[in-house]
């Protein structure tokens, strides 16, 4: 991406939110492409002609594949109380995703322990008592079925790497467009996972605020089912 594809979905002198589009990484990860976090430094550096390193604080993130929306703190005061937020529960995550296959029940929490393997950046399923076991819990609703996949809001209740991935994978039915963790159900195509729903309150104002943003509904497989994000 480029600095004139940056999507302000609302700023004020404390934080911005913006639309992660998908494979742009969050922040600087070892491959040293451009990212988000140096794209919304560089749109506050010169948009406010601000010298030398502008400040901006990385208060959650978003899997490369992954697109949908994100809030990024302008102060430091901002991005303690909004991390805060994050450890008590503060933040509300929803996304959508398609999967393949129909999950057995249309409504339900999946709950596991992953462990992530650092030499190849993936995750698996572990017991409790394996060393760097670290608990993920979600919920999940199935909102439409159309040609052998289903369209599902996923509430995350931790933050785990790769979490609605591996924990739907679980169940046998894994996001569309997942080579990685699909196994044989997986179908090639973009990873088909949006962060459509955050809803956090304002660090400064306490105001509660909620903002919503569509996955690409005219691309496949969303073009699929007929439905209305809230």
Not at 162 to 169: F, G, W
Request: glycine share 8%; charged share 25%.
């Amino acid at each position: 991406m480029e600095l004139s594809d940056l999507n302000i979905l609302f700023e004020d002198n404390h934080i911005i939110v913006v639309l992660k589009p998908q494979m742009v990484a969050s922040c600087p990860d070892e491959s040293g492409d451009y990212n988000l976090l140096d794209c919304v430094k560089e749109y506050i550096k010169t948009t406010y002609n601000k010298p030398g390193n502008a400040y901006v604080g990385l208060v959650h993130r978003l899997d490369r594949p992954t697109g949908g929306v994100m809030v990024f703190a302008k102060t430091s005061k901002a991005a303690a109380r909004l991390s805060e937020q994050m450890k008590n529960g503060g933040f509300e995550k929803k996304y959508l995703a398609v999967l393949c296959g129909a999950p057995s029940k249309k409504r339900a929490i999946l709950e596991n322990y992953l462990r992530k393997n650092s030499v190849n950046n993936t995750v698996y399923v572990c017991t409790q008592t394996e060393e760097g076991a670290k608990f993920a819990s979600l919920g999940y609703e199935v909102l439409g079925e159309a040609a052998g996949l289903s369209l599902a809001e996923v509430t995350l209740h931790t933050g785990r790497t790769h979490q609605i991935r591996v924990q739907t994978a679980a169940i046998n039915c894994p996001v569309y467009g997942d080579m990685r963790y699909g196994g044989e159900k997986a179908v090639k195509g973009k990873l088909a996972l949006w962060a459509y729903s955050l809803r956090f309150t304002h660090p400064t104002t306490g105001e509660a605020l909620r903002f919503i943003i569509e996955p690409p509904k005219d691309e496949m497989p969303w073009k699929l089912f007929d439905f209305e994000v809230k």
